[in-house]
T-cell receptor
Framework: SQQGEEDPQALSIQEGENATMNCSYKTSINNLQWYRQNSGRGLVHLILIRSNEREKHSGRLRVTLDTSKKSSSLLITASRAADTASYFCATPNQIGFQKLVFGTGTRLLVSP | GAVVSQHPSRVICKSGTSVKIECRSLDFQATTMFWYRQFPKQSLMLMATSNEGSKATYEQGVEKDKFLINHASLTLSTLTVTSAHPEDSSFYIC???????????FGQGTRLTVV
């Protein structure tokens, strides 16, 4: 299977704390994407980081990419209860192709 | 950002009937769309690639006669679950993107329950 893996599978934190999720993938990539999914809903795009980038920020989100280790991390700072969701990383299955392979996901629970 | 609309959001059908799910790109033309299936608390598994004007490409293990895909225009792809059975109950999501190096936009998903 090409599916990437994420850890942890589940994460419970208090509001205000930071949450870090890690993703590993298997093939060479030109980009890696992070998505959020609220229960029973579609996916919302968070950040796309290209293979020539090492770090990217968007608001309270920070994404890193290490292509030598085929891994990425998503950091959510100062978490809020509204951040409770599942988070997935995704990579194109081949460079130049739109088909995405998703990681196993991390279920984040932020308690007030 | 671009919008992808999926309809219906929920459907309950009887075993043996067929169900059609629509996926529309509302503000851009999508020559390629993707259909995913998601079981509870699991990740998304790609089912097929929908190609405008040509046959869909199915992933290994996905029955093309069970899951019929039609991509008749640059803004609409449909997935028809034929002769549905309870094991077809799942969450189905479509997506589209501008290119291979940009983000994908997802529909809201369809919760199919076969009784």
């Amino acid at each position: 299977s090409q599916q990437g893996e994420e850890d942890p599978q589940a994460l419970s934190i208090q509001e205000g704390e930071n949450a870090t999720m890690n993703c590993s993938y298997k093939t060479s990539i030109n980009n890696l994407q992070w998505y959020r999914q609220n229960s029973g809903r579609g996916l919302v795009h968070l950040i796309l980081i290209r293979s020539n980038e090492r770090e990217k920020h968007s608001g309270r989100l920070r994404v890193t990419l290490d292509t030598s280790k085929k891994s990425s991390s998503l950091l959510i700072t100062a978490s809020r209860a509204a951040d409770t969701a599942s988070y997935f990383c995704a990579t194109p299955n081949q460079i130049g192709f739109q088909k995405l392979v998703f990681g196993t996901g991390t279920r984040l629970l932020v308690s007030p | 950002g671009a919008v992808v609309s999926q309809h219906p959001s929920r459907v309950i059908c009887k075993s043996g009937t067929s169900v059609k799910i629509e996926c529309r790109s509302l503000d851009f033309q999508a020559t390629t769309m993707f259909w995913y299936r998601q079981f509870p608390k699991q990740s998304l598994m790609l089912m097929a690639t929908s190609n405008e004007g040509s046959k869909a490409t199915y992933e290994q293990g996905v029955e093309k006669d069970k899951f019929l895909i039609n991509h008749a225009s640059l803004t609409l792809s449909t997935l028809t679950v034929t002769s549905a059975h309870p094991e077809d109950s799942s969450f189905y999501i479509c997506s589209a993107s501008y290119s291979s190096n940009t983000e994908a936009f997802f529909g809201q998903g369809t919760r199919l329950t076969v009784v």
